[in-house]
């Protein structure tokens, strides 16, 4: 089992910075990769980006440029800090870790709001 908890979400206005924090626990030592996914009411939720340490850095093309994922491994946290913030990239943000036993887990997600 893996427990995620996700923190940093809120209203922030356009043009403005977020950094989001997932922090992880329990079985940790098998993990493939990890990501952070978003979604809007209507949508499905999409990946906005991933890491891993086979292949590194993944993003979406929306958020390329703006976002920047890493991993403290010491720490056990994954970051997401998210510059030049559009009202577009208002979501409920998700952390999620890939085992290589090929479990998903999700953390309970935080909301990000960007609005004037």
């Known amino acids: 089992q893996v427990q995620l908890v996700e923190s940093g979400g809120g209203l922030v206005q356009p043009g403005g910075s977020l950094r989001l924090s997932c922090a992880a626990s329990?079985?940790?030592?098998?993990?493939?990769?990890m990501g952070w996914y978003r979604r809007t009411p209507g949508k499905e939720r999409e990946l906005v980006a991933s890491i891993s340490t086979s292949w590194g850095t993944n993003y979406a093309d929306s958020v390329r440029g703006r976002f920047t994922i890493s991993r403290d491994n010491v720490k056990n946290t994954l970051f997401l800090q998210m510059d030049k913030l559009k009202p577009e990239d208002t979501a409920i943000y998700y952390c999620?870790?890939?085992?290589?036993?090929?479990?998903?887990?999700w953390g309970q997600g935080t909301q990000v709001t960007v609005s004037s």
């Open positions: 999620s870790v890939n085992l290589l036993t090929l479990q998903r887990y």
């Open positions: 329990g079985n940790i030592n098998s993990v493939n990769s």
